[in-house]
């Protein structure tokens, strides 16, 4: 079967809609088609400052949150990143490959890099989209499902295959971003030009996954719409509406057009009841169904643990073959 890797970061004590609707929806469909290979990039965590007790129960509760929200262990591996040192092994060997000028590139770390000045920023953060070329390089994956905010490291991960592949003959399946039409993109509920993302300026922007019916609901209810009252789709004159409208899309799977015809000569209020319903139906079972998890760590340590077993089976393979590739010697 073919093959499809992604991760998700243990960023916040919540998944946000973002997550849910970009990500991890996408990678429950995909299970049933592709051995599927979900892992927490912890590593990729710690290139902003983190604490130590709060970083390792924020992954236990990511991994409740896959589980919860329909990744089928009997399907999918999922495992820690730490967890795999094939990981930072093979991420050496990229750096080695990587051009200085390429990794400034990434816009990402020019974005997370400006707010607190490049001199604030750890080599880690320059560097996190060459590791994350590795997470997905080692697993051979023909797919990589994720938002549209990480198709650059998607490409940059496959010009890296690309390169050490011509350098050091065929290693590497050269694999291609899998990103959905819906969903790809949601916006901060409080300013919808901007991403929904943890750090946004204001928790009113974000709908997390662990959030109770009532905060989901007023937040929705209280997001920023446009100045007429015309519900449409248009992104550039009518973000506000436009992300409502994509949301519930999203969620419910109809098209936005008929949604737009459904709401058409309504107020604004009927949409954002609609749109708080159904994302408050979709996100409590997984909710609940997280709480229950979380309450037995022991057995979610060991899902884990069998995870990681699971991948280094194939990330070993990768990783000798790129190590007699570039001339390092035999393993002892
Ligand atoms: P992260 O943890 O920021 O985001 C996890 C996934 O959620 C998607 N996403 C969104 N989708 C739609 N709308 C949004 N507002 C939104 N915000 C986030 C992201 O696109 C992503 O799919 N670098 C990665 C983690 C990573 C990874 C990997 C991914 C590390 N190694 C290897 C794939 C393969 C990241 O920080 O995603």
């Known amino acids: 079967r073919p093959r499809v890797l992604s991760g998700m970061q243990p960023s916040g004590d919540s998944l946000h809609l973002g997550n849910y609707l970009g990500a991890l929806v996408n990678w429950v469909k995909t299970q049933d088609d592709y051995d599927a290979f979900f892992f927490i990039p912890d590593m990729h965590a710690i290139t902003v400052p983190q604490d130590a007790a709060g970083l390792r129960e924020r992954t236990r509760k990511t991994a409740a949150q896959f589980i919860a929200g329909g990744i089928d262990l009997e399907k999918s591996t999922l495992f820690v990143q730490s967890q795999v040192p094939e990981h930072a092994q093979l991420a050496w060997v990229l750096n080695c490959i990587t051009g200085f000028g390429e990794a400034s590139r990434m816009t990402q770390f020019k974005d997370k890099s400006s707010k607190g000045g490049a001199d604030a920023s750890s080599v880690g953060l320059f560097t996190y989209p060459v590791l994350m070329a590795a997470d997905i390089l080692l697993y051979q994956p023909q797919g990589v499902p994720v938002g549209d905010d990480q198709r650059q490291h998607v490409e940059l991960a496959r010009d890296l295959a690309t390169r050490f592949n011509h350098r050091y003959g065929e290693t590497f399946v050269v694999p291609e971003a899998f990103i959905k039409k819906e969903g790809a993109r949601i916006y901060d509920l409080q300013n919808p030009t901007s991403k929904m993302s943890k750090s946004s300026s204001s928790p009113n922007g974000l ?48 098209p936005i057009l008929t949604l737009v015809n459904e709401f058409e000569g309504k107020m604004y209020g009927h949409l954002k009841v609609s749109v708080a319903d159904a994302v408050v139906e979709t996100l409590a079972p997984v909710r609940a169904r997280t709480l229950e998890l979380l309450e037995d760590p022991a057995e979610l340590d060991s899902i884990l643990a069998s995870g990681a077993l699971k991948a280094r089976e194939v990330a070993s393979r990768t990783l000798q073959d790129v190590y007699a590739r570039v001339g390092f010697m035999p393993p002892v």
Do not use: F, Q, Y
């Open 207 to 254: 709908i997390n996954v662990l959030d109770d019916a009532k905060t989901v609901s007023k937040r929705i209810k209280s997001a920023v719409t446009d100045d007429d009252t015309v519900v449409a789709h248009d992104r550039a004159s009518k973000p506000g509406v436009t992300n409502l409208l994509e949301i519930l899309s999203s969620v419910t799977g109809t």
